[in-house]
């Protein structure tokens, strides 16, 4: 099974999140990673962009598919990993570490609080794997 | 997600991949491993070293009687006259208008004995259309009790010749030999769809696995792995195979995709001749070209691909190439603009992201074509 470290909150569509003062660090898990495959381009907003809770903020293309990613999270993009654009691979390495993708500056920090536990992330992978 | 495995058709050799822990999708109303670690690492242990492939899921079948060649002569697009026995040949299927139904390799087993071998997606179409009245010929369909295993790679070669019964050295490209690999008869067949030298193993259903574990064992120093269909995908793809579905079908003709190197006229009459002859007469509207991306930019199949803004043509299959590290990709663009190297552009979610037609095969072959 998929690694769902106990300290981030999770979204359905599966990305991560970890609260950072005022700011969430945002990213895919094990378990999406591992269903995309080798991950070969990530599309990510410039700094500045506002984002929204659950819509669309960039794209992950593996060599067979391409999947839209969203924003757990409201708020304003501070920070992008320019890193993924020479080794997008790192999001299969490393998903939760070097593979992060965008930092936010929330809009909104009770929205946190509706993000999936881990244990709940990780009873809905459970259930979609198998 | 939902649960359609129960009405997929499984391989003889699915609990093997599942076993593997590879990840299987469907494929064609089949269950099939897409990868087993990582497409782009099982894409590079083919160029490099030796990969085997389960493509158990490929129809064969089998016409025979002494109305076997004219029958074959009558569907098929290629001159099959000129095939000697244990030679491959291969060929497309045509609609009467020149669509095609599929495309196939054809073997000559015996005087008036001939297999075709068809893509898994099509196996009832296909038959349905052989078999249909006043085709002649006498035909079975063995896709069931046969499995299909590639055995594909610079030391594809090695391998198999340490297993075989004969010397597979000895078998050109194109051409087949029947023996046995590892104790389980085959047909040893020196074709490919990677565009390495290798062989393709036709083997009893009941036989695929023992040859599976046999090959895997004898090929651990080769750096032997068990491919999925991804790869076979990409390294297709670098080649400019053509996928039917993808790249071909039904409203494509064979003088567009660029396969008019196997279509004969003058062989006589067969499905389709008329029509690809006036085609040909008036000219190709629209050819299917590779490209290159200019940036890492995935072009997917049904992309719209534009010149100057307008659309003028659309992408057929694209992927990120693992040996030259850019993404490529095949389309139909209008014929005027298929030269090598021009500009482009694929609408990839609204943004035009610039392409370039390339020069292909994209990665050259290395099947031995002596």
């Known amino acids: 099974m998929a690694n769902v470290p106990a300290d981030l909150r999770y979204t359905k569509e599966h990305e991560w999140a970890k609260l950072e003062g005022d700011k969430?660090?945002?990213?895919?898990?094990?378990?999406?990673?591992?269903?995309?495959?080798?991950?070969?381009?990530?599309?990510?907003?410039?700094?500045?962009?506002?984002?929204?809770?659950?819509?669309?903020?960039?794209?992950?293309?593996?060599?067979?598919?391409?999947?839209?990613?969203?924003?757990?999270?409201?708020?304003?993009?501070?920070?992008?990993?320019?890193?993924?654009?020479?080794?997008?691979?790192?999001?299969?390495?490393?998903?939760?570490?070097?593979?992060?993708?965008?930092?936010?500056?929330?809009?909104?920090?009770?929205?946190?609080?509706?993000?999936?536990?881990?244990?709940?992330?990780?009873?809905?992978?459970?259930?979609?794997?198998? | 997600m939902t649960d359609t495995s129960t009405s997929l058709k499984?391989?003889?050799?699915?609990?093997?991949?599942?076993?593997?822990?590879?990840?299987?999708?469907?494929?064609?109303?089949?269950?099939?491993?897409?990868?087993?670690?990582?497409?782009?690492?099982?894409?590079?242990?083919?160029?490099?070293?030796?990969?085997?492939?389960?493509?158990?899921?490929?129809?064969?079948?089998?016409?025979?009687?002494?109305?076997?060649?004219?029958?074959?002569?009558?569907?098929?697009?290629?001159?099959?006259?000129?095939?000697?026995?244990?030679?491959?040949?291969?060929?497309?299927?045509?609609?009467?208008?020149?669509?095609?139904?599929?495309?196939?390799?054809?073997?000559?087993?015996?005087?008036?004995?001939?297999?075709?071998?068809?893509?898994?997606?099509?196996i009832d179409k296909d038959w349905a259309w052989v078999t249909?009245?006043?085709?002649?010929?006498?035909?079975?369909?063995?896709?069931?009790?046969?499995?299909?295993?590639?055995?594909?790679?610079?030391?594809?070669?090695?391998?198999?010749?340490?297993?075989?019964?004969?010397?597979?050295?000895?078998?050109?490209?194109?051409?087949?030999a029947h023996g046995t690999v590892a104790g389980s008869p085959c047909l040893i067949s020196r074709t490919g769809y990677t565009g390495e030298d290798g062989f393709e193993l036709y083997v009893p259903a009941e036989r695929s696995t023992a040859l599976w574990h046999a090959l895997m064992d004898a090929g651990k120093g080769d750096g032997i792995q068990p491919i999925g269909l991804g790869a076979r995908d990409t390294l297709r793809l670098e080649m400019k195979f053509a996928l039917y579905g993808n790249d071909i079908d039904d409203a494509s003709n064979p003088l567009e995709a660029g396969l008019g190197w196997v279509v004969k006229p003058a062989k006589g009459e067969f499905m389709g001749r008329a029509a690809i002859e006036a085609m040909r007469a008036a000219g190709v509207k629209r050819k299917l070209v590779g490209f290159e991306m200019a940036e890492r930019a995935v072009a997917r199949h049904g992309y719209r691909m534009l010149r100057d803004g307008q659309a003028e043509g659309v992408v057929t299959s694209g992927s990120f190439s693992p040996s030259l590290e850019r993404c490529i990709g095949m389309g139909y663009v209008r014929a005027e603009l298929a030269t090598v190297g021009t500009e482009l552009d694929v609408d990839i979610r609204g943004t035009a992201h610039p392409a370039r037609v390339a020069k292909t095969p994209f990665v050259p072959s290395h099947a031995k074509k002596t």
């Open chain 1, 24 to 130: 969430a660090r945002v990213g895919i898990t094990a378990f999406a990673q591992e269903q995309l495959g080798d991950v070969v381009f990530v599309e990510l907003p410039k700094v500045g962009t506002k984002v929204t809770a659950m819509k669309t903020f960039g794209v992950v293309e593996s060599v067979k598919a391409v999947s839209d990613l969203f924003a757990p999270l409201s708020g304003e993009v501070v920070e992008t990993n320019t890193e993924l654009t020479k080794k997008p691979e790192t999001v299969n390495s490393d998903p939760y570490g070097n593979g992060w993708m965008i930092v936010i500056k929330l809009a909104n920090p009770k929205e946190f609080d509706g993000l999936m536990s881990a244990a709940d992330y990780e009873k809905l992978t459970a259930a979609a794997g198998h």
């Open chain 2, 132 to 176: 249909e009245g006043g085709r002649g010929g006498n035909w079975t369909n063995v896709s069931e009790a046969t499995a299909l295993l590639a055995v594909q790679g610079p030391k594809a070669e090695g391998l198999v010749q340490r297993l075989a019964d004969q010397d597979v050295t000895r078998v050109p490209y194109y051409h087949f």
């Open chain 2, 10 to 122: 499984r391989t003889p050799l699915h609990a093997v991949h599942v076993a593997a822990g590879a990840k299987m999708v469907p494929f064609g109303g089949w269950d099939m491993p897409v990868q087993y670690t990582s497409i782009i690492e099982e894409h590079r242990c083919v160029r490099s070293n030796v990969g085997l492939f389960d493509i158990s899921h490929m129809g064969e079948f089998e016409v025979r009687g002494p109305g076997a060649l004219a029958a074959v002569q009558g569907l098929t697009t290629n001159d099959a006259s000129t095939l000697a026995l244990g030679q491959v040949q291969y060929s497309l299927l045509c609609y009467p208008h020149g669509g095609i139904v599929d495309d196939l390799t054809l073997y000559r087993l015996a005087d008036d004995h001939y297999m075709l071998t068809v893509n898994a997606s099509n």
